[in-house]
């Protein structure tokens, strides 16, 4: 039987750690009408702290972003290009804004993808990943190799924030 992940497990690890560990992990969306999706992690992205330039936290806390400098364990979805929500999970501990955004899974590539296909809106923000009803992860093993790259479109933080190798990808053992 497969476990879902508790809350320590996002309050007790930091970002750049969780964003490596949640790969291979099953991302779980079920819908109203009883359809689910089951499907392992593949890429992620870290954010760590207020000092990291290319995260929305770097501005100071907003209504946008006061969840991320809450305790891990929270959905954290914004969205871009006026219709994209992407899927980020809030860790570490309050006071210091950190958050993992799900950049691949099985099924699809691309974290605006990815809210498509999970049908995400508004109404996920803040959603406990401990307790939802529609969106979870669960652990499970892993299987494949981990590479690291810099982070996608984040230009505007500077040569520094942008090459950090905060970029996590599961490759298919050979």
């Given at each position: 039987?497969?476990?879902?992940?508790?809350?320590?497990?996002?309050?007790?690890?930091?970002?750049?750690?969780?964003?490596?560990?949640?790969?291979?992990?099953?991302?779980?969306?079920?819908?109203?009408?009883?359809?689910?999706?089951?499907?392992?992690?593949?890429?992620?992205?870290?954010?760590?702290?207020?000092?990291?330039?290319?995260?929305?936290?770097?501005?100071?806390?907003?209504?946008?972003?006061?969840?991320?400098?809450?305790?891990?364990?929270?959905?954290?979805?914004?969205?871009?290009?006026?219709?994209?929500?992407?899927?980020?999970?809030?860790?570490?501990?309050?006071?210091?804004?950190?958050?993992?955004?799900?950049?691949?899974?099985?099924?699809?590539?691309?974290?605006?993808?990815?809210?498509?296909?999970?049908?995400?809106?508004?109404?996920?923000?803040?959603?406990?990943?401990?307790?939802?009803?529609?969106?979870?992860?669960?652990?499970?093993?892993?299987d494949g190799v981990v590479t690291t790259g810099p982070r996608v479109g984040v230009d505007y933080a500077g040569e520094i924030?942008?090459?950090?190798?905060?970029?996590?990808?599961?490759?298919?053992?050979?």
């Amino acid at each position: 039987m497969t476990q879902r992940l508790p809350q320590n497990y996002f309050r007790n690890n930091n970002s750049v750690y969780l964003a490596q560990d949640l790969l291979g992990k099953t991302l779980v969306r079920r819908f109203e009408d009883g359809r689910e999706i089951r499907s392992k992690i593949t890429e992620t992205e870290a954010y760590f702290g207020a000092d990291d330039l290319a995260s929305h936290a770097s501005k100071g806390k907003t209504a946008r972003t006061e969840l991320m400098f809450g305790e891990g364990g929270s959905i954290y979805v914004y969205l871009i290009y006026g219709k994209y929500w992407l899927l980020n999970f809030v860790t570490g501990v309050a006071g210091v804004p950190e958050a993992v955004l799900i950049r691949g899974i099985e099924q699809v590539t691309g974290p605006g993808r990815i809210g498509t296909l999970l049908e995400l809106d508004r109404s996920f923000y803040g959603e406990d990943l401990a307790t939802s009803d529609r969106l979870w992860v669960e652990n499970s093993d892993l299987d494949g190799v981990v590479t690291t790259g810099p982070r996608v479109g984040v230009d505007y933080a500077g040569e520094i924030w942008k090459n950090m190798p905060w970029r996590f990808m599961l490759k298919p053992a050979r």
